[in-house]
């Protein structure tokens, strides 16, 4: 297996941020509404919800999910306030 | 558009469905992806959208009863057309590429053991550093499984997404992340038994 010296920091990096209990892609999946509805509410979902805060750091795919989310909502939100 | 509670939602999407509700969420997810998708897609946006919402409207009508009340019901909804559409572009993206592909060829430069070089010929700083990372280097092949060592490299190395490594690997995406979450424990643990230093501190000697 070849492995780039950029991929040994990569780990190095991942290893840094790495806790004895995290969430899986489908726990973080279940609550991760429920966090984007706190910070659209100007709550802080990190401190009620960190094990979701700490997997939308290690996990690029429930990242992008994450931030797609908040982009359609504020879409829908900003159409709703034309309309009302 | 009628504003409606989540038990409202829940109400209207049940048997007998309103037709109304279906149609205003509908028209709901549509906008919100579309908008997320609009930097992603350049052609067929609008018909690529709406396959999409087709397969999350199916998906969140089965799925009203998992619903538990702790978001907006637009929001979990919004979620569930998100996860459908990025998992079908991640796989449609990621397709014709192996593993093999990913673990067998490098695009930057590929790290060389330690005794192909001479210490003596590099500064102390830079010597210290290749130290650690050889140290990295042969944790990775010896503390690994196979299986935990193709996750991480495709991943970290390739740039592929924890979702289309688990179907290559005939696994899912929980379990895979459980085989790789195990695998970081193991390094960390090794990495301090064999350094002395914590994953913190060896990081902290490359970006000093």
Not at chain 1, 17 to 27: F, V
Not at chain 2, 52 to 81: M, P
Not at chain 2, 159 to 186: E, F, S, W
Request: aromatic letters at 6%; hydrophobic letters at 40%; a negative charge.
């Amino acid at each position: 297996m070849k492995i780039e010296t950029t991929t040994l920091k990569k780990v190095l990096r991942s290893l840094s941020i790495t806790q004895e209990e995290e969430m899986t892609c489908g726990e973080c999946f279940q609550q991760v509404d429920m966090y984007v509805d706190m910070l659209r509410d100007g709550k802080s979902p990190a401190e009620v919800l960190p094990l979701v805060e700490h997997h939308l750091t290690l996990c690029p795919p429930c990242r992008e999910e994450f931030e797609a989310l908040v982009v359609a909502l504020r879409a829908v939100d900003e159409d709703s306030e034309i309309t009302d | 558009m009628t504003q409606r509670t989540n038990a409202e939602w829940l109400e209207q999407l049940n048997d007998p469905k309103d037709d109304q509700a279906l149609a205003d969420l509908r028209k709901i997810l549509l906008r919100g992806l579309r908008a997320s998708l609009s930097n992603r897609i350049n052609t067929d946006l609008d018909a690529i959208t709406e396959d999409f919402v087709q397969d999350a409207l199916l998906k969140i009508l089965k799925s009203l009863d998992t619903f538990r009340g702790e978001s907006r019901f637009t929001t979990w909804a919004q979620k569930i057309a998100i996860h459908v559409a990025y998992t079908e572009l991640r796989r449609r993206r990621w397709k014709d590429i192996s593993l093999q592909d990913i673990t067998e060829t490098a695009e930057g430069e590929v790290f060389a053991p330690a005794f192909l070089t001479d210490p003596s010929t590099t500064p102390e700083r830079e010597a210290s550093q290749n130290d650690m990372l050889q140290v990295v280097y042969d944790l990775i092949d010896t503390e690994l499984t196979d299986r935990q060592r193709t996750a991480i490299v495709s991943i970290l190395q390739g740039g592929m997404p924890i979702d289309q490594v688990a179907r290559k690997m005939n696994t899912n995406r929980n379990a895979l992340y459980k085989l790789i979450h195990d695998a970081r424990k193991r390094l960390q643990q090794a990495l301090m038994d064999s350094t002395g230093f914590s994953a913190q501190e060896v990081l902290a000697m490359f970006e000093q």
